[in-house]
């Protein structure tokens, strides 16, 4: 028998982690799992361009002037500085998914997270992923790169600063085992995919059935 899908409102799925602990891993498999139902929210940023990204791609790459304007002409969901440069979701092309029944994606730090539940409320579901271990984290840093002590300590204290805030998020998934942890993460999104205040076509729908 075919699956039959009732017509639902989009939902805004937030995936927040220290680095380290394998949050571009679970998006980028969770992309292809999912097709075209769940899109990247790819927001705006001021930090260069790095080598292997592609602008509009990756982020949409600008100036602080350019920045400020948008922030001004509430172009934004929300926005805040992380290290330094300023990070912001743009608010046109989410809104346009959640109506057409489509899923965003956001990789944001635990301050969008605060910001885009505040102002977007039950579309909002919000998970954040935990390293096993402090010292599962500090090899995952270690192994990445050639980068020098100072840089890891740095990456470690901030790591701790966001793990802080676990408390705020609707659900914590510690990653231990990656397709572990990519299970429960599908199955959050398909459990919160049948909330009846998403599915816009129930009543439709049971009217249909109960007469
Ligand atoms: P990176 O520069 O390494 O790509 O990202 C640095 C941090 O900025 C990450 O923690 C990422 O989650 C966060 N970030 C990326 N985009 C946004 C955004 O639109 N809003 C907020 N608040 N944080 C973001």
Same mark, same amino acid.
């Given at each position: 028998?075919?699956?039959?899908?009732?017509?639902?409102?989009?939902?805004?799925?937030?995936?927040?982690?220290?680095?380290?602990?394998?949050?571009?891993?679970?998006?980028?498999?969770?992309?292809?799992?999912?097709?075209?139902?769940?899109?990247?929210?790819?927001?705006?940023?001021?930090?260069?361009?790095?080598?292997?990204?592609?602008?509009?791609?990756?982020?949409?790459?600008?100036?602080?002037?350019?920045?400020?304007?948008?922030?001004?002409?509430?172009?934004?969901?929300?926005?805040?500085?992380?290290?330094?440069?300023?990070?912001?979701?743009?608010?046109?092309?989410?809104?346009?998914?959640?109506?057409?029944?489509?899923?965003?994606?956001?990789?944001?730090?635990?301050?969008?997270?605060?910001?885009?539940?505040?102002?977007?409320?039950? +579309? @909002?579901?919000?998970? #954040?992923?935990?390293?096993?271990? $402090?010292?599962?984290? !500090?090899?995952?840093? /270690?192994? &990445?790169? *050639?980068?020098?002590?100072?840089?890891?300590?740095?990456?470690?204290?901030?790591?701790?600063?966001?793990?802080?805030?676990?408390?705020?998020?609707?659900?914590?998934?510690?990653?231990? +085992? @990656?397709?572990?942890? #990519?299970?429960?993460?599908?199955? $959050?999104?398909?459990? !919160?995919?049948?909330? /009846?205040? &998403?599915? *816009?076509?129930?009543?439709?729908?049971?009217?249909?059935?109960?007469?």
């Amino acid at each position: 028998m075919a699956d039959l899908e009732l017509p639902r409102r989009g939902l805004m799925f937030i995936l927040s982690s220290p680095s380290g602990a394998g949050k571009t891993t679970i998006a980028r498999r969770l992309l292809t799992a999912e097709g075209d139902a769940l899109a990247m929210s790819v927001s705006v940023t001021t930090r260069p361009i790095r080598p292997g990204e592609v602008d509009g791609r990756d982020y949409h790459f600008t100036d602080q002037p350019r920045f400020r304007q948008m922030v001004a002409e509430d172009a934004f969901l929300e926005w805040a500085e992380v290290f330094g440069n300023l990070y912001a979701t743009p608010r046109a092309a989410v809104m346009q998914e959640l109506a057409q029944g489509r899923d965003s994606l956001f990789d944001v730090d635990w301050q969008g997270a605060q910001q885009l539940s505040q102002s977007s409320g039950t +579309d @909002v579901v919000s998970v #954040f992923l935990l390293p096993p271990s $402090i010292g599962e984290l !500090e090899h995952r840093l /270690r192994t &990445r790169g *050639t980068d020098s002590e100072h840089v890891i300590r740095g990456r470690m204290d901030r790591a701790r600063a966001e793990m802080s805030h676990w408390g705020e998020y609707d659900y914590v998934v510690v990653n231990d +085992d @990656v397709d572990a942890c #990519f299970a429960k993460v599908r199955t $959050i999104l398909a459990a !919160e995919r049948l909330k /009846r205040a &998403r599915q *816009t076509g129930l009543i439709a729908f049971t009217r249909g059935l109960v007469g």
